[in-house]
C-alpha cells in the first residue's frame, strides 16, 4: 500500500507560481507510474502531468510548458511546479501512485485569482 499526502496549494494571483509536492509512505523508486490530477468544481477529474519509473514524462496539453513535474526518490517525494498560472487552473489536484494499485492522496486547493 501507498499513503499519498499532498502540499503547497493555496491562494495565487494570475500568472504567479506554486510547487505542489506529494510526498509518498514507501519509497517511490519502483513505483511505475506518478501523475497529477486535477478536478475543477462540475468538471470531471483531468490528468495534468505523469512521470513514470523511468523518468519519462507527459503533459495536458492545457499546462504545457508552463507546469514540470518532477520526482525525488530519495525523498520519496513527487512535485509539480506551476508557472504562469491561469485562473481555469483552479481546481483540486490530486496525487496519483500506480503500484500494483491505484492509490490517491486527499486533495490540495488550487486557487488563482484574477
Known amino acids: 500500500q501507498v499513503q499519498l499526502v499532498e502540499s503547497g496549494g493555496g491562494l495565487v494571483p494570475a500568472g504567479g507560481s506554486l510547487r505542489l509536492s506529494c510526498a509518498a509512505s514507501r519509497s517511490i523508486f519502483s513505483i511505475n507510474v506518478l501523475a497529477w490530477y486535477r478536478q475543477a468544481p462540475g468538471k470531471q477529474r483531468e490528468l495534468v502531468a505523469r512521470?513514470?519509473?523511468?523518468?519519462?514524462?507527459n503533459y495536458a496539453d492545457s499546462v504545457k510548458g508552463r507546469f514540470t513535474i518532477s520526482r525525488e526518490n530519495a525523498k520519496n517525494t513527487m512535485y509539480l511546479q506551476m508557472n504562469s498560472l491561469k485562473t481555469e487552473d483552479t481546481a483540486v489536484y490530486y496525487c496519483?501512485?500506480?503500484?500494483?494499485?491505484?492509490?490517491w492522496g486527499q486533495g490540495t486547493q488550487v486557487t488563482v485569482s484574477s
Open positions: 512521470i513514470t519509473s523511468a523518468g519519462s514524462t
Open positions: 496519483y501512485a500506480h503500484y500494483w494499485g491505484a492509490y
